[in-house]
């Protein structure tokens, strides 16, 4: 998708992405990203995602790459948190305690600015690009993890004929081809989740999986 229909979600505050409470499959497999107290995780198109506090309150460094602004300044001031700003080459950064957000575009990002990051959490990142833009964000990602790095991944799978993306359905298979080469792929769980997903039955969608899946670095 282009930063003006992203733009648009925020302006308009079109945002049921945006959960109220940590995700439970990160609360449940956060161990699997195995985070000393102190390491860094790295959070693409993070929103004003609240998993960003989770991840914080386990003593992880988190940094956040989010481009639209609107979600940048939300998230702080949504959590009382003053951050600090500077610059960092083409990102904006925001500092607050253990939780830097730099606002900006993921794909200028290189590994030096997440500071030597092994463990991400894709949530509504990977499900949030249309399929002609997969392949790069894939190869981003596998470019900035060094080897042995773990990425905690959730993903949908739902009949993409009932309804358009975002979020796009990318069933476990797509997962794997998209991301087999570089990274070994475990399904850790797989949930029905309309139910719990009224935007998307609204939509006129008859069935949902959400799953989460550990992908480690080759
Ligand atoms: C579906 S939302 C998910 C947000 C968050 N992960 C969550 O779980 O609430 C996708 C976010 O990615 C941002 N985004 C999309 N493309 C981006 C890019 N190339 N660089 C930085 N942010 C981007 C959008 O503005 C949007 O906030």
Known sequence: MKKKFWNNRWATNDIGFHMAEPHSILRRFYEQLNIAPGQRV???????SLDMLWL????AKVTGVEFNALAVEAFFSENDLQPQQDEMNSFAR?????IELLCGDLFELDQA?????????DRGALVAL????????????????????????????????????PPFSVPLKSVEKLLGANFEVRLLTEEDALSTHKGLQQRGLTWLKEFGCLLIRK
């Open 42 to 48: 790295f959070v693409p198109l993070c929103g004003k």
């Open 113 to 121: 600015q997440i500071q030597g990051a092994r463990a991400c959490y």
């Open 130 to 165: 249309p399929p002609d833009m997969r392949q790069r964000y894939v190869s981003h990602l596998a470019n900035l993890l060094p080897a042995g790095s773990r990425v905690l991944l959730i993903s949908y799978e739902y009949d993409q004929a009932e309804t358009h993306g």
């Open 94 to 98: 925001f500092r607050s305690g253990d």
């Open 56 to 59: 914080a309150s386990k003593k």
